[in-house]
Nanobody, 121 residues
Framework: QVQLVESGGGLVQIGGSLRLSCAAS????????MGWFRQAPGKEREYVSA????????YYRDSVKGRFTISRDNAKNTVYLQMDSLKPEDTAVYYC??????????????WGQGTQVTVSS
C-alpha cells in the first residue's frame, strides 16, 4: 500500500509560481509511474502531467506545456510539479497519483488527498 501526501499548494497571483511536492511511503517509489491531476469546482478531473518510474519520459496536457515541469527524486521518494506563469484557469485541487500501469492510460492505483492551488489577481 502506497501513501501519498501532497504539499506546496496555496494562493498565488497571476503569473506567479508554485512548486507542488508529493511524498510517497509504503512502497517501492522507483517502481511507480507518477501523475498529477487537478479538479476545479464543477469540472471533471484533468490529467495534468506524468513521469515514468525512472524519469525517462514525461507527459503534459496542452494547456500547461511550457509552464509546468514534472520531476522526481527517487532517493527522496518524491515527485514535484513546478508551476510557472500561473493563470486563473489553473485554480484547482491538485492530486498526485502512483501506479504501475502505463502512464499513457491515465490509470493509477494510489492517490493523495490533494492540495489547493488558487491563482488570483
Amino acid at each position: 500500500q502506497v501513501q501519498l501526501v501532497e504539499s506546496g499548494g496555496g494562493l498565488v497571483q497571476i503569473g506567479g509560481s508554485l512548486r507542488l511536492s508529493c511524498a510517497a511511503s509504503g512502497g517501492t517509489f522507483s517502481s511507480y509511474n507518477m501523475g498529477w491531476f487537478r479538479q476545479a469546482p464543477g469540472k471533471e478531473r484533468e490529467y495534468v502531467s506524468a513521469i515514468t518510474y525512472n524519469g525517462g519520459a514525461t507527459y503534459y496536457r496542452d494547456s500547461v506545456k511550457g509552464r509546468f515541469t514534472i520531476s522526481r527524486d527517487n532517493a527522496k521518494n518524491t515527485v514535484y510539479l513546478q508551476m510557472d506563469s500561473l493563470k486563473p484557469e489553473d485554480t484547482a485541487v491538485y492530486y498526485c497519483a502512483a501506479g504501475m500501469t502505463a502512464w499513457s492510460t491515465g490509470l493509477y492505483d494510489y492517490w493523495g488527498q490533494g492540495t489547493q492551488v488558487t491563482v488570483s489577481s
